[in-house]
């Protein structure tokens, strides 16, 4: 698992390291790291045009740093002070040692300077930025994301709050991010994961002083841990029965998904009850299947209620059926609203309960969710006692206990309807393996990301396709390359 930290916890982290050793170590191995990273992305450094942006603060004297080492190599090396007065001494003179330029902020050229680069190194500011960029990192900003160059932000895009993820205007658009001893959570969640790009973690002996992490990120081996295939004594209920309320007579599609998906995750026995029966029949002949209530399917070890159920008087009386019970529930979609209005139902569960709302079905609930969304889906968690999967680029697993997920795996092309049936699906059939709630939403939310990407190789996805590949999925999750498709993992 990937550990994910807060500023706070970063800098508390490095007082112990910085006391340990000479002055100047850490920012020494994180400029090396840097380099290395850069000169990777170049190819050749020789003659190469590197634009430094550089703040006032340490995070412009690792660019400086990086930049010297940079310059060392052939590179034609600029730096652009925000703030000349400031920048770092000792970056600054290695920098002019190694033949590097230096120019200010305000200097005319400079976004000539910068729309030439074949790379630009944000080291503007990094854990120690507050607030929305100031109008002259703004402005360098928008120069770096106009020209052609890699863009490569030092430790946190500038502009990205760090630990939250929030972005208060613009913020640096990065290719890359090589950050430094431990992996931000603005890194990988809300609008800061869509400025990150590709997240590179260079070790500066940080790890031993960093706490014990309160959230994490699945990676495919944690994933694969538990989603253990069938063993030689297993049968086909006691790999865990899940049941499906989903669907109606007039829109059947979630039923079939949703079945579907949970079929292909844990094929042991799907049962399905609800309006939509007679398609799910036609569709899943696997499944067990009953046009009558949820009491009427048959034991099973978790329920999926909600995906296109409606929200009359009947699918409430449904909800409260299922949440009845003592096996865990996973509520989407339709059930969603219903419980929105009366969440009494959730609070007096024992057995667990998952809510996967996207953003407007979270808002339902009393609040919107705001730009700090590991704080918002926590919060949510804690009010009502249950686990709660918050959908989106970098979906958030929240645990009552406090603990979080925050998903690595995806693509925008999910952003297609049925997608979350799907995914509603894969975590019953999981739930029902007996999984704790939010690891089996999380390793839900993994290997959904991992299908979506899967097959939206092959070009635009629908649902059904995500059902179809889901074995597939499974199977790249836990190290099996898959065939034809030139697999790399990404
Ligand atoms: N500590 C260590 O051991 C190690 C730390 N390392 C590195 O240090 C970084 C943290 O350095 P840091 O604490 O110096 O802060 P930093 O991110 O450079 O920002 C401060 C500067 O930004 C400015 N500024 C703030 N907000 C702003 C805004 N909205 N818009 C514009 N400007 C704004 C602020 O100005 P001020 O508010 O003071 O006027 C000041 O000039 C860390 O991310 C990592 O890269 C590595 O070398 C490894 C070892
Ligand atoms: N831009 C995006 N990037 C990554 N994943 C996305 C994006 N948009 C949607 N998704 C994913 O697609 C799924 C959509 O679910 P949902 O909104 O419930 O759709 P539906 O109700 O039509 O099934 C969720 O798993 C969500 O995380
Ligand atoms: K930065």
């Known amino acids: 698992?990937?550990?994910?930290?807060?500023?706070?916890?970063?800098?508390?982290?490095?007082?112990?390291l910085l006391a340990a050793t000479p002055p100047g170590t850490l920012m020494q191995r994180a400029a090396t790291g840097l380099a290395t990273v850069c000169a990777r992305l170049l190819g050749s450094t020789y003659g190469r045009r590197v634009v430094l942006l550089v703040g006032g603060?340490?995070?412009?004297?690792?660019?400086?740093?990086?930049?010297?080492?940079l310059a060392g190599r052939g590179a034609r090396v600029t730096a652009v002070l925000l703030d000349p007065?400031?920048?770092?001494?000792?970056g600054l003179a290695a920098l002019r040692r190694a033949g590097g330029r230096v120019a200010a902020a305000g200097d005319r050229g400079t976004d000539q300077?910068?729309?030439r680069a074949d790379l630009v190194l944000d080291g503007m500011l990094g854990i120690g930025g507050r607030g929305g960029l100031r109008p002259d990192a703004a402005e360098l900003t928008r120069?770096?994301?106009?020209?052609?160059?890699?863009?490569?932000?030092?430790?946190?895009?500038?502009?990205?709050d760090a630990s939250t993820g929030a972005v208060d205007g613009v913020a640096f658009p990065a290719m890359h991010t090589v950050t430094f001893g431990a992996v931000k959570r603005g890194l990988v969640v809300g609008e800061g994961r869509g400025h990150a790009g590709r997240v590179h973690l260079v070790d500066i002996g940080l790890a031993p002083h960093l706490p014990p992490p309160g959230v994490r990120q699945l990676t495919d081996p944690d994933a694969a841990a538990r989603l253990e295939p069938p063993s030689a004594g297993d049968d086909k209920y006691s790999q865990g029965v899940v049941g499906v309320v989903a669907g109606s007579a007039t829109y059947p599609g979630a039923g079939v998904l949703c079945t579907g998906a949970a079929l292909r995750t844990r094929p042991g026995l799907v049962r399905y009850a609800g309006a939509a029966?007679?398609?799910?029949r036609a569709a899943w002949p696997e499944a067990i299947v009953t046009a009558g209530r949820p009491g009427e399917a048959g034991r099973v070890q978790a329920w999926v209620v909600g995906p296109g159920m409606g929200t009359d008087d009947a699918a409430r009386d449904v909800l409260a059926e299922v949440l009845a019970t003592d096996v865990p529930v996973l509520v989407d979609?339709?059930?969603?609203?219903l419980l929105a209005r009366e969440p009494g139902l959730v609070r007096r569960r024992s057995a667990p309960t998952v809510l996967t709302p996207h953003d407007r079905e979270f808002e339902r609930f009393g609040a919107p969710v705001g730009a700090d969304r590991i704080g918002a889906a926590r919060r949510l968690a804690a009010e009502l006692g249950a686990v709660v999967l918050l959908k989106g680029d970098g979906t958030v697993v929240a645990d009552p206990d406090g603990t979080a997920f925050v998903n690595g795996t995806g693509t925008a092309d999910l952003a297609t309807a049925g997608t979350g049936d799907v995914l509603s699906g894969i975590a019953g059939a999981l739930l029902a393996t007996g999984l704790p709630a939010a690891e089996a939403?999380?390793?839900a939310a993994h290997l959904h990301g991992r299908t979506g990407q899967l097959a939206a190789r092959r070009g635009p996805l629908i649902a059904g396709d995500l059902v179809r590949r889901l074995p597939e999925a499974v199977g790249r999750v836990r190290g099996i390359p898959v065939d034809g498709l030139g697999d790399s993992g990404a």
Do not use: Y
Request: proline share 4%; no cysteine.
């Open 113 to 115: 300077l910068i729309a």
């Open 57 to 69: 603060g340490n995070n412009g004297g690792d660019a400086l740093f990086a930049g010297a080492s």
């Open 143 to 160: 120069a770096a994301a106009e020209g052609a160059g890699i863009t490569v932000a030092v430790d946190v895009p500038s502009g990205v």
């Open 1 to 16: 698992m990937i550990g994910l930290f807060t500023a706070d916890e970063v800098r508390a982290a490095e007082a112990p």
């Open 277 to 280: 029966a007679e398609g799910v």
């Open 85 to 90: 007065q400031r920048a770092h001494p000792a």
């Open 441 to 443: 939403a999380a390793v």
């Open 333 to 337: 979609a339709d059930a969603l609203t």
